[in-house]
């Protein structure tokens, strides 16, 4: 069992930057790939970024060269830095662990962007 525990959401004005943490409680952390998403209200819920074990990433084209997904093992953390921040990356943010066939989601932080 996997739990997952987002921080470092809040307000800010465009063009501002925020960081989001992610902390894993169990054990295994590192055999999880890990991913961002996202839900803006109305809009289905979309993939942001993803890391793999091995640390390879991926981005979802509305936020590629503008967020960074990183991970520490040690600590069983996973980060999104969020640079040039746009009004329409409002949304809850979710963290999710998927290995195999079990998946884990955390109960999001709420990004604002707006001035």
């Known amino acids: 069992q996997v739990r997952l525990v987002e921080s470092g959401g809040g307000l800010v004005q465009p063009g501002g930057a925020l960081r989001l943490s992610c902390s894993a409680s169990g054990n295994f952390f590192d055999s999880y790939a890990m991913d961002w998403f996202r839900q803006a209200p109305g809009k289905q819920r979309e993939l942001v970024a993803s890391i793999s074990t091995i640390g390879s990433t991926n981005y979802g084209d509305s936020v590629k060269g503008r967020f960074i997904i990183s991970r520490d093992n040690a600590k069983n953390m996973v980060a999104l830095q969020m640079n040039s921040l746009k009004p329409e990356d409002t949304a809850v943010y979710y963290c999710?662990?998927?290995?195999?066939?079990?998946?884990?989601w955390g109960q999001g932080t709420q990004v604002t962007v707006s001035s």
């Open positions: 999710h662990g998927r290995r195999g066939l079990r998946e884990y």
